[in-house]
Protein backbone atom coordinates (compact mmCIF):
# COMPACT_ATOMS: atom_id res chain seq x y z
CA UNK A 1 0.00 0.00 0.00
CA UNK A 2 1.26 3.30 -0.62
CA UNK A 3 2.05 5.97 1.93
CA UNK A 4 -0.61 8.38 2.51
CA UNK A 5 -0.63 11.74 3.63
CA UNK A 6 -1.20 14.44 6.81
CA UNK A 7 -2.42 17.87 6.63
CA UNK A 8 -1.83 19.90 9.35
CA UNK A 9 -5.19 22.38 9.45
CA UNK A 10 -5.94 25.59 11.40
CA UNK A 11 -9.46 25.03 12.50
CA UNK A 12 -9.97 28.89 13.67
CA UNK A 13 -10.65 30.18 16.84
CA UNK A 14 -14.50 28.90 17.39
CA UNK A 15 -16.71 30.51 14.75
CA UNK A 16 -17.53 28.03 11.70
CA UNK A 17 -17.04 30.96 9.84
CA UNK A 18 -13.65 31.63 10.12
CA UNK A 19 -13.04 28.10 9.34
CA UNK A 20 -11.49 28.61 5.86
CA UNK A 21 -12.07 27.13 2.73
CA UNK A 22 -8.76 25.14 2.24
CA UNK A 23 -9.46 23.69 5.39
CA UNK A 24 -13.06 22.58 4.77
CA UNK A 25 -11.83 21.79 1.15
CA UNK A 26 -9.26 19.25 3.22
CA UNK A 27 -11.67 17.69 5.41
CA UNK A 28 -14.27 16.93 2.89
CA UNK A 29 -11.70 14.73 1.81
CA UNK A 30 -10.06 12.96 4.64
CA UNK A 31 -9.79 9.55 5.56
CA UNK A 32 -8.66 10.31 8.95
CA UNK A 33 -9.40 12.88 11.30
CA UNK A 34 -7.19 13.49 14.49
CA UNK A 35 -8.48 16.52 16.60
CA UNK A 36 -8.15 18.23 19.86
CA UNK A 37 -10.52 19.95 22.58
CA UNK A 38 -9.48 23.75 20.95
CA UNK A 39 -11.57 22.77 17.68
CA UNK A 40 -14.81 24.83 17.82
CA UNK A 41 -18.17 22.84 17.64
CA UNK A 42 -19.06 24.44 14.06
CA UNK A 43 -16.58 23.01 12.78
CA UNK A 44 -16.83 19.74 14.38
CA UNK A 45 -20.32 18.99 13.07
CA UNK A 46 -18.59 19.51 9.69
CA UNK A 47 -16.41 16.51 9.47
CA UNK A 48 -18.05 14.17 7.23
CA UNK A 49 -19.97 10.77 8.38
CA UNK A 50 -17.91 7.21 7.75
CA UNK A 51 -14.07 8.23 8.64
CA UNK A 52 -12.01 7.47 11.38
CA UNK A 53 -12.03 10.13 13.93
CA UNK A 54 -9.33 10.04 17.46
CA UNK A 55 -9.73 12.60 19.36
CA UNK A 56 -6.63 13.52 20.97
CA UNK A 57 -7.94 15.96 23.80
CA UNK A 58 -5.25 18.83 24.41
CA UNK A 59 -6.89 21.66 26.67
CA UNK A 60 -4.86 23.23 28.50
CA UNK A 61 -4.08 21.11 31.84
CA UNK A 62 -5.73 18.25 30.57
CA UNK A 63 -4.03 15.88 28.08
CA UNK A 64 -6.22 12.73 26.61
CA UNK A 65 -2.49 11.84 24.39
CA UNK A 66 0.74 13.07 25.38
CA UNK A 67 2.30 14.78 22.31
CA UNK A 68 4.93 12.10 21.36
CA UNK A 69 2.16 9.93 20.82
CA UNK A 70 0.22 12.06 18.89
CA UNK A 71 3.17 12.78 16.41
CA UNK A 72 3.10 9.17 16.06
CA UNK A 73 -0.28 8.17 15.66
CA UNK A 74 -0.16 10.45 12.49
CA UNK A 75 2.35 8.51 10.86
CA UNK A 76 0.83 5.29 11.91
CA UNK A 77 -1.85 6.39 10.32
CA UNK A 78 -0.27 7.89 6.85
CA UNK A 79 1.53 4.42 6.59
CA UNK A 80 -1.89 2.61 6.32
CA UNK A 81 -2.01 4.94 3.25
CA UNK A 82 -4.60 7.11 4.55
CA UNK A 83 -5.37 10.96 4.01
CA UNK A 84 -4.40 11.94 7.59
CA UNK A 85 -6.79 15.41 8.65
CA UNK A 86 -4.21 17.14 11.63
CA UNK A 87 -7.50 19.29 13.04
CA UNK A 88 -5.75 22.07 15.72
CA UNK A 89 -7.62 25.09 17.12
CA UNK A 90 -6.29 27.98 16.14
CA UNK A 91 -3.29 28.09 14.09
CA UNK A 92 -1.09 25.00 13.96
CA UNK A 93 2.19 26.47 14.28
CA UNK A 94 1.06 29.56 17.00
CA UNK A 95 1.91 27.40 19.66
CA UNK A 96 -0.25 24.89 18.48
CA UNK A 97 3.08 22.31 18.53
CA UNK A 98 2.65 21.91 14.66
CA UNK A 99 6.48 22.43 14.23
CA UNK A 100 6.85 19.03 16.63
CA UNK A 101 4.83 16.92 14.74
CA UNK A 102 5.90 17.65 10.88
CA UNK A 103 9.49 16.63 12.67
CA UNK A 104 8.59 13.31 12.73
CA UNK A 105 6.47 13.36 9.72
CA UNK A 106 9.81 15.04 8.36
CA UNK A 107 12.10 12.47 9.56
CA UNK A 108 9.63 9.34 8.75
CA UNK A 109 9.23 10.49 4.88
CA UNK A 110 5.70 10.97 5.16
CA UNK A 111 4.16 13.79 2.63
CA UNK A 112 2.48 16.71 4.49
CA UNK A 113 0.68 20.30 3.94
CA UNK A 114 0.33 22.97 6.70
CA UNK A 115 -3.49 24.77 6.41
CA UNK A 116 -2.75 27.55 7.84
CA UNK A 117 -6.26 28.68 10.59
CA UNK A 118 -7.22 32.61 11.47
CA UNK A 119 -5.43 32.48 15.14
CA UNK A 120 -7.57 33.89 17.90
CA UNK A 121 -4.89 36.55 18.98
CA UNK A 122 -6.32 38.55 15.96
CA UNK A 123 -9.70 37.12 15.73
CA UNK A 124 -11.08 37.09 19.11
CA UNK A 125 -10.07 41.01 19.89
CA UNK A 126 -11.54 41.99 16.70
CA UNK A 127 -14.74 40.15 17.53
CA UNK A 128 -14.57 42.05 20.63
CA UNK A 129 -13.94 45.40 18.85
CA UNK A 130 -10.57 45.53 19.64
CA UNK A 131 -7.85 46.61 16.45
CA UNK A 132 -4.66 44.96 17.91
CA UNK A 133 -2.74 46.94 16.22
CA UNK A 134 -3.76 51.51 15.82
CA UNK A 135 -1.30 53.78 14.37
CA UNK A 136 -2.53 56.75 17.12
CA UNK A 137 -1.50 54.09 20.23
CA UNK A 138 0.83 51.39 18.69
CA UNK A 139 3.53 50.00 16.09
CA UNK A 140 3.81 46.67 17.27
CA UNK A 141 1.86 43.49 18.45
CA UNK A 142 3.40 40.72 20.55
CA UNK A 143 1.85 37.49 21.21
CA UNK A 144 3.07 35.21 24.22
CA UNK A 145 2.15 31.91 26.02
CA UNK A 146 0.99 32.36 29.46
CA UNK A 147 1.11 28.79 30.16
CA UNK A 148 4.06 27.75 32.41
CA UNK A 149 4.95 24.37 33.90
CA UNK A 150 3.65 24.08 37.76
CA UNK A 151 6.03 25.34 40.46
CA UNK A 152 8.44 27.34 37.44
CA UNK A 153 9.04 30.72 36.70
CA UNK A 154 8.10 32.51 33.95
CA UNK A 155 10.81 32.37 31.62
CA UNK A 156 9.43 35.90 30.03
CA UNK A 157 11.23 38.97 30.11
CA UNK A 158 8.43 41.23 30.64
CA UNK A 159 10.71 44.28 31.09
CA UNK A 160 11.61 43.94 27.60
CA UNK A 161 7.72 43.66 26.97
CA UNK A 162 7.11 46.86 28.04
CA UNK A 163 9.70 48.57 26.72
CA UNK A 164 8.49 47.87 23.22
CA UNK A 165 5.09 49.77 23.85
CA UNK A 166 3.44 47.40 21.57
CA UNK A 167 -0.03 45.59 22.45
CA UNK A 168 0.55 42.56 24.65
CA UNK A 169 -1.48 39.31 23.73
CA UNK A 170 -1.33 36.52 25.89
CA UNK A 171 -2.42 32.75 25.34
CA UNK A 172 -3.84 30.05 27.68
CA UNK A 173 -2.96 32.79 30.58
CA UNK A 174 -6.48 32.78 32.75
CA UNK A 175 -5.17 30.79 35.58
CA UNK A 176 -1.81 32.53 35.91
CA UNK A 177 -3.32 35.41 35.19
CA UNK A 178 -2.17 37.63 38.38
CA UNK A 179 1.33 36.27 37.89
CA UNK A 180 1.28 37.60 34.18
CA UNK A 181 0.02 41.15 35.60
CA UNK A 182 2.38 41.30 38.46
CA UNK A 183 5.21 40.29 35.90
CA UNK A 184 4.27 43.11 33.99
CA UNK A 185 4.29 45.69 36.55
CA UNK A 186 7.47 44.64 37.92
CA UNK A 187 8.56 45.17 34.34
CA UNK A 188 7.91 48.95 34.53
CA UNK A 189 4.54 49.18 32.82
CA UNK A 190 2.36 51.62 34.15
CA UNK A 191 -0.96 50.43 36.80
CA UNK A 192 -3.46 52.63 34.35
CA UNK A 193 -2.13 50.51 31.61
CA UNK A 194 -5.65 49.14 29.98
CA UNK A 195 -6.09 45.11 29.84
CA UNK A 196 -8.70 43.21 28.85
CA UNK A 197 -9.72 39.62 29.16
CA UNK A 198 -11.51 37.96 26.08
CA UNK A 199 -13.36 35.16 27.11
CA UNK A 200 -14.87 32.24 24.02
CA UNK A 201 -14.45 34.55 21.21
CA UNK A 202 -16.02 34.38 18.36
CA UNK A 203 -18.58 32.14 20.40
CA UNK A 204 -22.22 32.65 21.46
CA UNK A 205 -20.39 32.70 24.85
CA UNK A 206 -17.98 35.70 24.17
CA UNK A 207 -17.60 37.57 27.08
CA UNK A 208 -15.41 41.21 27.39
CA UNK A 209 -13.94 42.62 30.25
CA UNK A 210 -12.04 45.94 30.35
CA UNK A 211 -10.01 47.13 32.98
CA UNK A 212 -6.04 47.90 33.99
CA UNK A 213 -3.52 45.78 34.27
CA UNK A 214 -3.43 47.04 38.35
CA UNK A 215 -7.52 45.61 38.52
CA UNK A 216 -7.92 43.34 35.75
CA UNK A 217 -7.61 40.22 37.92
CA UNK A 218 -9.85 41.26 40.14
CA UNK A 219 -12.70 42.40 37.28
CA UNK A 220 -12.06 38.85 36.00
CA UNK A 221 -12.79 37.18 38.81
CA UNK A 222 -15.89 39.88 39.53
CA UNK A 223 -17.63 38.64 36.05
CA UNK A 224 -16.83 35.10 36.34
CA UNK A 225 -14.27 34.76 33.67
CA UNK A 226 -13.70 31.19 33.14
CA UNK A 227 -11.41 29.27 29.66
CA UNK A 228 -11.06 29.50 27.08
CA UNK A 229 -9.65 33.02 26.74
CA UNK A 230 -7.11 35.75 25.76
CA UNK A 231 -5.28 38.50 27.65
CA UNK A 232 -4.84 41.81 25.93
CA UNK A 233 -2.81 44.37 26.99
CA UNK A 234 -2.54 48.07 25.35
CA UNK A 235 -3.75 51.17 24.84
CA UNK A 236 -6.31 49.57 22.01
CA UNK A 237 -8.46 47.91 24.97
CA UNK A 238 -9.87 51.36 25.15
CA UNK A 239 -11.86 51.28 21.69
CA UNK A 240 -13.55 48.03 22.53
CA UNK A 241 -16.90 49.48 23.67
CA UNK A 242 -16.40 52.31 20.99
CA UNK A 243 -16.15 49.10 17.93
CA UNK A 244 -18.23 46.60 19.81
CA UNK A 245 -20.00 45.18 16.63
CA UNK A 246 -20.73 41.71 17.34
CA UNK A 247 -22.94 42.40 20.15
CA UNK A 248 -25.25 44.37 17.80
CA UNK A 249 -26.21 41.89 15.77
CA UNK A 250 -30.33 40.50 16.82
CA UNK A 251 -28.88 36.88 17.47
CA UNK A 252 -25.39 37.68 19.20
CA UNK A 253 -24.92 35.70 22.44
CA UNK A 254 -27.44 33.26 21.25
CA UNK A 255 -26.30 29.45 20.54
CA UNK A 256 -29.00 27.94 18.25
CA UNK A 257 -28.96 23.77 17.72
CA UNK A 258 -30.66 23.19 13.76
CA UNK A 259 -31.86 19.97 13.66
CA UNK A 260 -32.87 19.81 9.51
CA UNK A 261 -31.40 16.81 7.15
CA UNK A 262 -27.75 16.95 6.37
CA UNK A 263 -28.70 17.62 3.36
CA UNK A 264 -31.13 20.55 3.86
CA UNK A 265 -29.36 22.04 6.67
CA UNK A 266 -26.19 24.66 5.87
CA UNK A 267 -28.88 27.15 4.19
CA UNK A 268 -30.29 27.96 7.62
CA UNK A 269 -27.33 27.64 9.44
CA UNK A 270 -26.23 30.41 7.16
CA UNK A 271 -29.14 32.38 7.49
CA UNK A 272 -28.90 32.23 11.93
CA UNK A 273 -25.40 33.12 11.03
CA UNK A 274 -25.85 36.16 9.36
CA UNK A 275 -28.00 37.27 12.22
CA UNK A 276 -24.98 36.65 14.92
CA UNK A 277 -26.15 33.53 16.50
CA UNK A 278 -23.39 30.78 17.19
CA UNK A 279 -25.43 27.51 14.90
CA UNK A 280 -24.62 23.93 16.17
CA UNK A 281 -25.67 21.98 12.96
CA UNK A 282 -26.75 18.70 13.91
CA UNK A 283 -29.11 16.74 11.86
CA UNK A 284 -31.44 14.61 13.73
CA UNK A 285 -33.00 12.81 10.61
CA UNK A 286 -31.29 11.19 7.26
CA UNK A 287 -33.37 10.02 4.22
CA UNK A 288 -32.71 7.07 2.10
CA UNK A 289 -34.12 5.68 -0.85
CA UNK A 290 -36.02 2.76 -0.18
CA UNK A 291 -34.35 -0.44 -1.76
CA UNK A 292 -37.66 -1.98 -3.50
CA UNK A 293 -38.66 0.52 -5.99
CA UNK A 294 -41.13 -1.76 -7.60
CA UNK A 295 -43.78 0.30 -6.72
CA UNK A 296 -42.31 3.46 -7.73
CA UNK A 297 -41.11 1.90 -11.23
CA UNK A 298 -44.80 0.66 -11.67
CA UNK A 299 -46.14 4.09 -11.11
CA UNK A 300 -43.47 5.51 -13.49
CA UNK A 301 -44.59 3.02 -16.64
CA UNK A 302 -48.05 4.36 -16.38
CA UNK A 303 -47.17 7.72 -15.20
CA UNK A 304 -49.15 9.37 -18.45
CA UNK A 305 -52.26 7.93 -16.58
CA UNK A 306 -52.09 10.37 -13.66
CA UNK A 307 -53.81 13.87 -13.99
CA UNK A 308 -51.90 14.60 -10.52
CA UNK A 309 -48.11 14.64 -9.26
CA UNK A 310 -48.20 15.40 -5.20
CA UNK A 311 -44.92 16.25 -3.62
CA UNK A 312 -45.08 16.75 0.59
CA UNK A 313 -41.08 17.64 0.66
CA UNK A 314 -38.36 18.44 -1.14
CA UNK A 315 -36.24 14.99 -0.52
CA UNK A 316 -39.85 13.43 -2.23
CA UNK A 317 -39.06 15.35 -5.13
CA UNK A 318 -35.72 14.80 -5.75
CA UNK A 319 -35.90 11.02 -4.67
CA UNK A 320 -38.81 10.61 -7.30
CA UNK A 321 -36.84 12.40 -10.32
CA UNK A 322 -33.52 10.58 -9.50
CA UNK A 323 -35.85 7.59 -10.20
CA UNK A 324 -37.16 8.59 -13.44
CA UNK A 325 -33.75 9.42 -14.71
CA UNK A 326 -32.74 5.80 -13.72
CA UNK A 327 -35.91 4.50 -15.19
CA UNK A 328 -35.03 6.35 -18.62
CA UNK A 329 -37.48 9.04 -18.64
CA UNK A 330 -37.09 12.81 -18.12
CA UNK A 331 -39.44 15.40 -17.42
CA UNK A 332 -40.70 15.33 -20.88
CA UNK A 333 -42.98 11.77 -19.82
CA UNK A 334 -45.12 13.94 -17.60
CA UNK A 335 -46.70 15.60 -20.61
CA UNK A 336 -50.29 17.41 -19.00
CA UNK A 337 -49.50 15.49 -15.30
CA UNK A 338 -50.33 18.92 -13.04
CA UNK A 339 -47.89 19.07 -9.89
CA UNK A 340 -48.72 20.18 -6.15
CA UNK A 341 -46.53 20.62 -3.58
CA UNK A 342 -46.79 21.04 -0.20
CA UNK A 343 -44.79 24.65 0.62
CA UNK A 344 -42.07 26.77 -0.70
CA UNK A 345 -39.39 24.55 -0.35
CA UNK A 346 -40.57 21.76 -2.35
CA UNK A 347 -41.53 24.27 -5.13
CA UNK A 348 -38.03 25.68 -4.75
CA UNK A 349 -36.64 21.97 -5.26
CA UNK A 350 -38.93 21.80 -8.18
CA UNK A 351 -37.19 24.72 -9.90
CA UNK A 352 -33.76 22.99 -10.04
CA UNK A 353 -35.92 20.66 -12.90
CA UNK A 354 -37.34 23.86 -14.36
CA UNK A 355 -40.92 22.92 -13.25
CA UNK A 356 -43.27 25.08 -11.79
CA UNK A 357 -46.52 23.94 -9.44
CA UNK A 358 -49.88 24.03 -10.34
CA UNK A 359 -50.75 24.27 -6.69
CA UNK A 360 -49.58 25.57 -3.59
CA UNK A 361 -51.82 25.91 -0.43
CA UNK A 362 -51.28 29.32 1.39
CA UNK A 363 -50.41 27.33 4.69
CA UNK A 364 -48.11 24.86 3.91
CA UNK A 365 -49.04 21.64 5.54
CA UNK A 366 -50.08 17.96 4.36
CA UNK A 367 -53.78 19.00 5.64
CA UNK A 368 -54.20 22.43 3.68
CA UNK A 369 -52.35 20.93 0.82
CA UNK A 370 -55.27 17.78 0.83
CA UNK A 371 -57.83 20.27 1.16
CA UNK A 372 -56.67 22.87 -1.29
CA UNK A 373 -56.46 20.05 -3.97
CA UNK A 374 -59.84 18.07 -2.76
CA UNK A 375 -61.32 21.70 -3.53
CA UNK A 376 -60.64 21.43 -7.65
CA UNK A 377 -61.12 17.64 -8.44
CA UNK A 378 -64.33 16.55 -9.79
CA UNK A 379 -63.66 13.09 -8.13
CA UNK A 380 -62.73 11.46 -11.32
CA UNK A 381 -58.73 12.00 -11.04
CA UNK A 382 -56.01 9.26 -10.73
CA UNK A 383 -53.00 11.25 -8.29
CA UNK A 384 -49.94 10.07 -7.53
CA UNK A 385 -48.01 10.74 -4.08
CA UNK A 386 -44.10 9.46 -3.95
CA UNK A 387 -43.34 10.55 0.04
CA UNK A 388 -41.58 9.21 3.11
CA UNK A 389 -43.12 5.32 4.48
CA UNK A 390 -44.79 7.56 7.60
CA UNK A 391 -46.41 11.03 5.51
CA UNK A 392 -49.62 12.61 6.71
CA UNK A 393 -52.76 10.33 6.23
CA UNK A 394 -55.30 12.91 6.38
CA UNK A 395 -53.72 14.27 3.29
CA UNK A 396 -54.99 11.13 1.71
CA UNK A 397 -58.07 10.42 3.28
CA UNK A 398 -59.12 14.33 1.98
CA UNK A 399 -58.52 13.57 -1.80
CA UNK A 400 -60.09 10.00 -1.53
CA UNK A 401 -63.35 11.35 0.07
CA UNK A 402 -63.69 13.31 -3.66
CA UNK A 403 -63.82 10.03 -4.95
CA UNK A 404 -60.41 10.55 -6.64
CA UNK A 405 -58.19 7.12 -6.89
CA UNK A 406 -54.60 7.80 -5.12
CA UNK A 407 -51.33 5.62 -5.28
CA UNK A 408 -49.45 6.94 -1.97
CA UNK A 409 -46.17 4.81 -2.47
CA UNK A 410 -43.19 5.22 -0.06
CA UNK A 411 -40.15 5.92 -1.59
CA UNK A 412 -37.60 6.71 0.93
CA UNK A 413 -37.46 5.98 4.66
CA UNK A 414 -36.47 8.78 7.38
CA UNK A 415 -33.80 7.85 10.17
CA UNK A 416 -32.67 9.15 13.20
CA UNK A 417 -29.17 9.67 13.99
CA UNK A 418 -27.10 11.71 16.62
CA UNK A 419 -23.64 13.03 16.27
CA UNK A 420 -20.53 10.72 17.50
CA UNK A 421 -18.21 14.16 18.04
CA UNK A 422 -20.58 16.19 20.05
CA UNK A 423 -22.39 15.55 23.51
CA UNK A 424 -26.06 16.80 22.60
CA UNK A 425 -27.56 15.97 25.97
CA UNK A 426 -24.79 17.32 27.76
CA UNK A 427 -25.38 20.68 25.43
CA UNK A 428 -28.83 21.15 26.66
CA UNK A 429 -28.87 20.17 29.59
CA UNK A 430 -26.34 22.74 30.91
CA UNK A 431 -28.27 25.15 29.84
CA UNK A 432 -25.72 25.86 26.40
CA UNK A 433 -28.49 26.05 24.05
CA UNK A 434 -31.07 28.77 24.09
CA UNK A 435 -32.79 27.48 20.91
CA UNK A 436 -33.90 24.68 18.93
CA UNK A 437 -34.87 24.88 15.22
CA UNK A 438 -37.73 22.23 13.79
CA UNK A 439 -38.77 21.98 10.66
CA UNK A 440 -40.72 18.98 10.82
CA UNK A 441 -42.12 16.32 13.20
CA UNK A 442 -39.92 13.84 12.11
CA UNK A 443 -36.95 16.18 12.98
CA UNK A 444 -38.39 16.64 16.57
CA UNK A 445 -38.59 13.23 16.89
CA UNK A 446 -34.89 12.43 15.67
CA UNK A 447 -33.79 14.81 17.81
CA UNK A 448 -35.78 13.24 21.07
CA UNK A 449 -34.60 9.88 19.86
CA UNK A 450 -30.84 11.30 19.82
CA UNK A 451 -30.53 13.65 22.80
CA UNK A 452 -32.72 10.44 25.19
CA UNK A 453 -33.01 13.36 28.14
CA UNK A 454 -35.23 12.90 30.82
CA UNK A 455 -37.15 16.51 30.86
CA UNK A 456 -37.65 18.56 27.84
CA UNK A 457 -39.36 20.97 29.18
CA UNK A 458 -36.79 23.93 29.46
CA UNK A 459 -36.46 23.38 25.88
CA UNK A 460 -37.12 26.15 23.46
CA UNK A 461 -38.65 25.21 20.44
CA UNK A 462 -38.83 27.01 16.92
CA UNK A 463 -41.40 24.97 14.74
CA UNK A 464 -41.91 25.33 11.28
CA UNK A 465 -45.70 24.87 11.35
CA UNK A 466 -48.77 23.36 13.47
CA UNK A 467 -47.69 19.60 12.51
CA UNK A 468 -43.84 20.03 13.47
CA UNK A 469 -45.52 22.54 16.89
CA UNK A 470 -47.75 19.29 18.00
CA UNK A 471 -44.84 16.90 17.85
CA UNK A 472 -42.57 19.44 20.03
CA UNK A 473 -45.79 20.05 22.30
CA UNK A 474 -46.09 16.35 22.87
CA UNK A 475 -42.61 16.01 24.44
CA UNK A 476 -43.57 19.14 27.13
CA UNK A 477 -40.73 21.91 24.97
CA UNK A 478 -41.42 25.75 25.00
CA UNK A 479 -42.90 25.78 21.83
CA UNK A 480 -43.52 28.88 19.07
CA UNK A 481 -44.09 28.32 15.63
CA UNK A 482 -43.08 30.40 12.53
CA UNK A 483 -45.94 32.95 10.79
CA UNK A 484 -45.52 31.11 7.24
CA UNK A 485 -43.89 28.06 7.06
CA UNK A 486 -40.78 28.89 5.44
CA UNK A 487 -37.17 29.00 6.77
CA UNK A 488 -37.16 33.06 6.57
CA UNK A 489 -40.36 32.72 8.61
CA UNK A 490 -38.74 30.47 11.04
CA UNK A 491 -35.13 33.22 11.07
CA UNK A 492 -37.79 35.86 12.53
CA UNK A 493 -39.47 33.42 14.47
CA UNK A 494 -36.10 32.76 16.27
CA UNK A 495 -35.06 36.47 16.52
CA UNK A 496 -38.61 37.69 18.20
CA UNK A 497 -37.86 34.98 20.29
CA UNK A 498 -34.75 36.29 21.20
CA UNK A 499 -35.79 39.65 21.90
CA UNK A 500 -38.30 38.53 24.35
CA UNK A 501 -41.57 39.40 21.59
CA UNK A 502 -42.71 35.85 21.31
CA UNK A 503 -44.47 34.43 24.05
CA UNK A 504 -45.87 30.98 24.39
Same mark, same amino acid.
Given at each position: ????????????????????????????????????????????????????????? /??????????????????????????????????????????????????????????? %?????????????????????????????????? %?????????????? #?? +?? &?????????????????? %????????????????? =????? &???????????? !?????????????????????????????????????? +?????????? =???????? =???????????????? /???????????????????????????????? %??????????????????????????????????????????????? !?????????? /????????????????????????????? +?????????????? #????????????????????????????????????? !????????????????????????????????????? !??????
Amino acid at each position: MSVGKVWLVGAGPGDIGLFTLKGMEVLNRADVVVYDSLVGQGVLSKIPQGIKLINVG /KRASHHTMPQEEINQVLVEEAKKGFRVVRLKGGDPFLFGRGGEELELLKEEGIPYEVVP %GVTSPLAVPAYNGIPVTHRDFCSSLHIITGHKRA %GEEYDIDFEALVRT #KG +TL &VFLMGVTALEDIMQGLLK %GGIFPDMPAAILEKGTT =AGQKR &VVATVSTLKEEA !ARHGIGTPAIIVVGKVCTLGEKFAWYESLPLSGWKVLV +TRPRNLISKT =AAKLREQG =AEVLELPAIRTEPLED /KSLIREALEQLHTYQWLVFTSPTGAEVFFEEM %GSFGKDIRALGSVKIAVIGEGTRKKLSDYRLIPDLMPEVYDGDSLGA !ALAEILDGTE /KILIPRAEKGNENLVKLLLETGARVDDIP +TYRTLYESSSLIDE #KKELESGNIDCVVFTSASTVRGFVEGTGCDDYSGIRA !ACIGKQTRAAADAYGMQTFMAEKATIDSLISLVMEMK !AGEKTE
